[in-house]
């Protein structure tokens, strides 16, 4: 009977044994298991720049001058050439002073004339508004215009008068 006990004790040991490792692999084969690839791409475009052809300089002026207009079409105007991914949308901005200044603080009224257009030609060109979105045209470029008015008083304090006009190009993406 001991013996039968005993063989009886270790049978429900290994049953039990058994059953646990069958609910185990059970588990294992009731796992679901799925797979998705996601594709992952990207467009690389030409850098953007803007580039200028020279400064604005409205020469040596007397005193009592008065007005003084540099227009956008003249040579001595500045032309700057936005380059980029033909056919892309940018957005320029731009700051200008009202004054030109000295070091000492002296000031020169200044009113600058900013025009553009995706063709080359300065004459038919149009106002260009600070924050503006234009297309780059098929060769990728665009085309702005800096020309300007000052007005030297007669009383006008003598002195070297600058101020800076500067442009921000980004694509409109």
């Known amino acids: 009977l001991f013996k039968l006990i005993l063989q009886e004790s270790i049978m429900k040991k290994l049953f039990t044994l058994l059953t646990i490792f069958v609910m185990a692999s059970g588990l294992a084969f009731a796992q679901d298991n799925d797979t998705e690839a996601v594709q992952c791409t990207t467009v690389v475009i030409s850098s953007l720049s803007i580039e200028k052809d020279q400064d ?3 020469g040596t002026v007397a005193q009592g001058v008065g007005e003084i207009s540099i227009a ?3 040579v ?3 032309k700057l050439t936005i380059a980029g ?3 892309y949308d940018v957005i320029i901005s731009y700051t200008s ?3 030109f200044e000295t070091s000492g603080g002296d000031l020169l ?3 600058a004339d900013i025009k553009s257009n995706s063709s080359d030609v300065p004459a038919s ?3 260009l508004s600070s ?4 297309t780059l045209n098929s060769s990728g470029n665009y085309f702005v215009y800096l020309g300007g008015t000052i007005d030297v008083l007669s009383s006008q304090a003598i002195g070297y008068y600058t101020g800076e006009v500067s442009f921000d190009v980004e694509y409109d993406l």
Do not use: E, K, W
């Open 56 to 58: 604005l300089d409205f």
């Open 72 to 74: 956008v079409s003249d």
């Open 76 to 78: 001595d105007a500045v």
């Open 85 to 87: 991914q033909a056919a």
């Open 97 to 99: 002073p009202s004054n």
């Open 109 to 111: 009224a200044f009113s």
């Open 125 to 127: 060109s149009s106002a």
């Open 131 to 134: 924050g503006a979105s234009l």
